[in-house]
């Protein structure tokens, strides 16, 4: 899967306990349910502060994860 344009999806806000709402369109569009798990990425601007998050579905990151780690494993443990 490979994500090819960048958009603004939504404004949201966060909360007194420190949440935010994703709202039901965008959820519906990316096809997220109560209890999915989202890893959250970040970058830091020039003085090191982070300046934009990037949420990427936890089986997505998992895979990525797998498919780059694996090698390295199999090259300093052996194996098939």
């Given amino acids: 899967m490979e994500c090819r344009i960048c958009s603004l999806e939504a404004l949201v806000s966060i909360d007194q306990r420190g949440q935010i709402i994703l709202p ?9 349910k109560a209890g ?10 020039e003085n090191q502060k982070i300046c934009c998050f990037i949420l990427i579905k936890a089986e997505i990151i998992e895979k990525i994860a797998v498919e780059r780690i694996s090698p390295v494993l199999r090259s300093i443990f052996g194996g098939d």
């Avoid at 039901?24 to 997220?32: M, Y």
């Avoid at 999915?36 to 601007?45: F, G, N, R, V, Y």
């Fill in 24 to 32: 039901k369109e965008l959820r519906e569009k990316a096809e997220l």
């Fill in 36 to 45: 999915d798990k989202l890893a959250i990425l970040s970058a830091c601007d």
